[in-house]
């Protein structure tokens, strides 16, 4: 859990080693590279072109409703009649979805009116058909109709009314828009709808049949993107005098293998530590269990390379923070369900294991704090059952749920101060954040002091805590060196206008409210659709429990959709603003390695 120590390693050899020496770095896999020139603008590559229309046909066929085994042998592979294939399959079900929406909309504007045909107007003596869909509230405007005028139909909302003139009907007349019949009938649409979906399988069956190419296309595009990554790496080494030069940064397991390579191929191999002024990339290094919360920081914002991985931390507060807004055991059950029957999807990918991995753990705690809770889908167990037994912490009791979220606040805030304080460069930058920690601790000691016994003790040492920490910010605020009299004035009013920042402290500890808030709100509204629901089933005979049921389903389905929703945004929105606000102190940019693509069938 720490962000991976990287060397600087330079190549030199003969220019007729130039091409060969890049392929072989991009096969070994371990070197982000540093481009050597200044380019004014992008460059032209001479790789293949037609890579966008090969991976915009690789995704039509990956979303294939079945797909099928996939075919290994090129042997009857031709690629460039199967992404012709793919794109105009591709094409046609567009066009065919646009069609059937068209018809299905017409098909429901033509509905109440039925099944009829516009006669020609020659057997009309020159009158039309005008058709007007009315409210019942309007109704009484065709009154005002000097044509004859018929309601051919009705629901509960429109009465359908058909007119017979030469002319519309002028808007003072009849204020009402009037429908387009057209000259197809209803059975034609009907029949054009059938056609149309009998089409859309057939696209959808060529679509599973192309699907077996996916393996070969997704190899095919790998080896054009290496071509590419090997051009792009070329123009950013350069040649001097018949002698190539490759740079770039290599982590300390990749250093052996990349030693061996220079060695039997006789190329010189330069490696240095990162200079001071050099900003190497951020290759944040976990292990299998936290990997999951290294692309939760990857997500919002990569660390600088000399500052702290702060995986391990966003993990286990995202997975505490989620809990506390869930507050529901049922619910954590519900989604550990989803997960168990998605695991074998998630699993396809190096993404989804990592994915599957850490919502294992967030649906754990999720559980664990749901039974603290004593929540399940809303529904408080007996005092005296055994789940009874560990119903510690009671939503609605007001004020110590808001305690225990500005303690869990207060908490978070201190680590991220401490980190800050442990991967600091300087003593200033150290203390600092020292002063921070103390002065949150003080706030703790006052907050919990209330309705004590030893109140006024405690308060007491809560406001000597707070006056040390703002001491030792106001002494380290600034890292300015004292020489003369004026310097130390200048670093005092630095360590003052540090202080500032005690109105962000409370604001961001504030913040951690809404875990309370949004935990109650999700207990509340889970008791009251089950009130509703036992309400409506004792007062309502016959089908009193069917819509009982159907009330329990919608609003625990929603409920549950709303709790997922603000678990995720403010679960990660706390560790991206509030922690990495006092945690980060710079930003870097991810190690990228020069590698090959793995493709497996």
């Given at each position: 859990?720490?962000?991976?120590?990287?060397?600087?390693?330079?190549?030199?050899?003969?220019?007729?080693?130039?091409?060969?020496a890049?392929?072989?770095?991009?096969?070994?896999?371990s070197?982000?590279?540093i481009?050597?020139?200044?380019?004014?603008?992008?460059?032209?590559?001479?790789?293949?072109?037609?890579?966008?229309?090969?991976?915009?046909?690789?995704?039509?066929?990956?979303?294939?409703?079945?797909?099928?085994?996939?075919?290994?042998?090129?042997?009857?592979?031709?690629?460039?009649?199967?992404?012709?294939?793919a794109?105009?399959?591709?094409?046609?079900?567009?066009?065919?979805?646009?069609?059937?929406?068209?018809?299905?909309?017409?098909?429901?504007?033509?509905?109440?009116?039925?099944?009829?045909?516009?006669?020609?107007?020659?057997?009309?003596?020159?009158?039309?058909?005008?058709?007007?869909?009315i409210?019942?509230?309007d109704l009484?405007?065709?009154?005002?109709?000097?044509?004859?005028?018929?309601?051919?139909?009705?629901?509960?909302?429109f009465?359908?009314?058909?007119?017979?003139?030469?002319?519309?009907?002028?808007?003072?007349?009849?204020?009402?828009?009037?429908?387009?019949?057209?000259?197809?009938?209803?059975?034609?649409?009907?029949?054009?709808?059938?056609?149309?979906?009998?089409?859309?399988?057939?696209?959808?069956?060529?679509?599973?049949?192309?699907?077996?190419?996916?393996?070969?296309?997704?190899?095919?595009?790998?080896?054009?993107?290496?071509?590419?990554a090997?051009?792009?790496?070329?123009r950013?080494?350069r040649?001097?005098?018949?002698?190539?030069v490759?740079?770039?940064?290599?982590?300390?397991?990749?250093?052996?293998?990349?030693?061996?390579?220079?060695?039997?191929n006789?190329?010189?191999?330069?490696?240095?530590?990162?200079?001071?002024k050099?900003m190497?990339?951020?290759?944040?290094?976990?292990?299998?269990?936290?990997?999951?919360?290294?692309d939760?920081?990857?997500?919002?914002?990569?660390?600088?390379?000399?500052?702290?991985?702060?995986?391990?931390?966003?993990?286990?507060?995202?997975?505490?923070?989620?809990?506390?807004?869930?507050?529901?055991?049922?619910?954590?059950?519900?989604?550990?369900?989803?997960?168990?029957?998605?695991?074998?999807?998630?699993?396809?990918?190096?993404?989804?294991?990592?994915?599957?991995?850490?919502?294992?753990?967030?649906?754990?705690?999720?559980?664990?704090?749901?039974?603290?809770?004593?929540?399940?889908?809303?529904?408080?167990?007996?005092?005296?059952?055994?789940?009874?037994?560990?119903?510690?912490?009671?939503?609605?009791?007001?004020?110590?749920?808001?305690?225990?979220?500005?303690?869990?606040?207060?908490?978070?805030?201190?680590?991220?101060?401490?980190?800050?304080?442990?991967?600091?460069?300087?003593?200033?930058?150290?203390?600092?954040?020292?002063?921070?920690?103390?002065?949150?601790?003080?706030?703790?000691?006052?907050?919990?002091?209330?309705?004590?016994?030893?109140?006024?003790?405690l308060?007491?040492?809560?406001?000597?805590?707070?006056?040390?920490?703002?001491?030792?910010?106001?002494?380290?605020?600034?890292?300015?060196?004292?020489?003369s009299?004026?310097?130390?004035?200048?670093?005092?009013l630095?360590?003052l206008?540090?202080?500032?920042?005690?109105?962000?402290?409370?604001?961001?500890?504030?913040?951690?409210?809404?875990?309370?808030?949004?935990?109650?709100?999700?207990?509340?509204?889970?008791?009251?659709?089950?009130?509703?629901?036992?309400?409506?089933?004792?007062?309502?005979?016959?089908?009193?429990i069917?819509?009982?049921?159907?009330?329990?389903?919608?609003?625990?389905?929603?409920?549950?959709?709303?709790?997922?929703?603000?678990?995720?945004?403010?679960?990660?929105?706390?560790?991206?603003?509030?922690?990495?606000?006092?945690?980060?102190?710079?930003?870097?940019?991810?190690?990228?390695?020069?590698r090959?693509?793995?493709?497996?069938?």
């Amino acid at each position: 859990m720490s962000i991976a120590k990287l060397s600087k390693v330079t190549l030199f050899g003969s220019s007729a080693q130039h091409k060969s020496a890049l392929s072989d770095l991009q096969s070994l896999g371990s070197v982000h590279l540093i481009s050597m020139r200044e380019e004014s603008r992008p460059v032209a590559l001479t790789a293949p072109a037609w890579d966008e229309s090969v991976a915009g046909a690789l995704r039509h066929l990956i979303g294939a409703p079945r797909r099928r085994h996939q075919e290994i042998d090129p042997q009857n592979f031709n690629i460039e009649v199967i992404v012709k294939a793919a794109l105009k399959n591709k094409e046609r079900e567009r066009e065919a979805a646009d069609r059937r929406i068209s018809l299905r909309s017409r098909i429901n504007q033509l509905g109440p009116w039925g099944n009829f045909r516009l006669p020609p107007l020659d057997e009309m003596a020159g009158y039309r058909l005008w058709f007007y869909r009315i409210s019942h509230a309007d109704l009484k405007e065709v009154n005002k109709l000097t044509d004859p005028w018929e309601v051919v139909a009705k629901d509960h909302r429109f009465a359908y009314v058909v007119v017979i003139a030469k002319d519309e009907p002028r808007p003072e007349v009849l204020p009402v828009l009037r429908t387009h019949a057209g000259e197809t009938a209803l059975e034609e649409l009907n029949r054009n709808l059938q056609r149309v979906e009998l089409e859309m399988e057939d696209l959808a069956a060529e679509q599973n049949a192309l699907s077996r190419w996916i393996y070969l296309l997704t190899k095919e595009l790998a080896i054009v993107e290496d071509e590419r990554a090997l051009e792009m790496a070329a123009r950013r080494s350069r040649e001097i005098d018949k002698i190539f030069v490759v740079q770039g940064w290599s982590p300390s397991p990749g250093l052996p293998a990349l030693q061996r390579y220079a060695e039997a191929n006789g190329i010189a191999l330069l490696q240095e530590n990162p200079s001071p002024k050099e900003m190497p990339p951020t290759l944040m290094d976990n292990p299998v269990a936290f990997q999951g919360g290294q692309d939760l920081v990857a997500f919002y914002e990569t660390p600088g390379y000399r500052s702290w991985d702060p995986s391990l931390i966003v993990a286990s507060s995202f997975a505490i923070f989620f809990a506390m807004i869930l507050s529901d055991a049922g619910y954590a059950l519900v989604l550990a369900a989803i997960l168990f029957l998605g695991r074998n999807k998630l699993g396809q990918s190096a993404g989804g294991r990592r994915f599957r991995l850490l919502m294992c753990g967030v649906l754990a705690v999720a559980f664990v704090y749901g039974v603290l809770a004593g929540s399940y889908f809303g529904i408080e167990p007996p005092p005296t059952s055994l789940l009874g037994a560990f119903h510690l912490l009671h939503l609605e009791d007001t004020a110590s749920m808001m305690q225990i979220s500005l303690v869990v606040g207060c908490a978070h805030l201190m680590l991220a101060n401490a980190a800050s304080s442990l991967h600091a460069a300087d003593l200033a930058a150290k203390l600092k954040p020292v002063g921070w920690i103390v002065v949150i601790l003080g706030g703790i000691i006052l907050l919990l002091s209330r309705g004590t016994q030893a109140e006024q003790i405690l308060w007491k040492i809560g406001l000597g805590f707070i006056a040390a920490g703002l001491t030792l910010i106001i002494l380290f605020g600034s890292n300015r060196q004292v020489k003369s009299f004026s310097s130390a004035v200048l670093r005092l009013l630095g360590g003052l206008s540090a202080l500032f920042d005690i109105s962000k402290l409370f604001g961001d500890a504030l913040s951690y409210l809404r875990l309370f808030a949004l935990g109650l709100a999700s207990a509340s509204l889970a008791i009251t659709f089950n009130q509703i629901a036992s309400q409506i089933g004792r007062d309502v005979p016959g089908l009193g429990i069917l819509l009982a049921i159907i009330i329990l389903l919608m609003g625990h389905t929603l409920n549950l959709l709303l709790g997922i929703v603000n678990g995720f945004v403010h679960g990660l929105r706390l560790n991206y603003i509030e922690f990495f606000k006092w945690a980060i102190s710079e930003e870097g940019y991810p190690f990228i390695a020069f590698r090959k693509k793995e493709v497996k069938p």
